[in-house]
């Protein structure tokens, strides 16, 4: 009588032998806890601000559905996830500018737009901070008159 087993069967078996059994002889690190403490938004206003404010989206295609109105896909910038209707848009940017936001906007293939993982937050914000600051659409700064 043959016995016959399947490769994908013999990786498994032993990737749980690994995980079993392999790393008994090492130390376990003792993982610490941390809780997050409540936080008070009391002192915040939740009235729309007096004076227009700047918001500066930076995301890519979901950012680019919240912030669209409900309907047909239609872009604002071609080729990009700056979007002004989707089928799953949440009228983001609409409420903002009925609350007297400036909606503003950068995602893939802009310097400001790009590598937005947690990860890279920290070389953005130190090297860019100035354009980020002024970036109306993309890589272009809007104009200071507004």
């Known amino acids: 009588m043959r016995l016959f087993i399947n490769s994908g069967l013999i990786a498994c078996i032993i990737l749980l032998a690994l995980f079993a059994g392999g790393c008994t002889g090492q130390k376990k690190r003792e993982i610490k806890e941390t809780t997050v403490k409540e936080i008070d938004l009391s002192t915040y206003r939740d009235s729309k601000p007096e004076q227009r404010l700047r918001l500066l989206f930076i995301h890519h295609s979901c950012g680019g559905q919240w912030l669209a109105d409900k309907g047909e896909a239609k872009d604002i910038l071609a080729d990009t996830c700056i979007i002004a209707s989707h089928p799953n848009g949440g009228g ?31 070389a953005k914000f130190r090297d ?19």
Not at 129 to 146: F, H, R, T, V
């Open 92 to 122: 983001l940017r609409a409420l903002l500018q009925q609350n007297n936001y400036e909606v503003h906007e950068a995602v893939y293939k802009s310097v400001i737009g790009d590598k937005t993982d947690v990860s890279d937050w920290n």
């Open 128 to 146: 860019k901070m100035g354009e980020i600051l002024k970036c109306d659409q993309q890589d272009s700064l809007y104009k200071e008159s507004s």
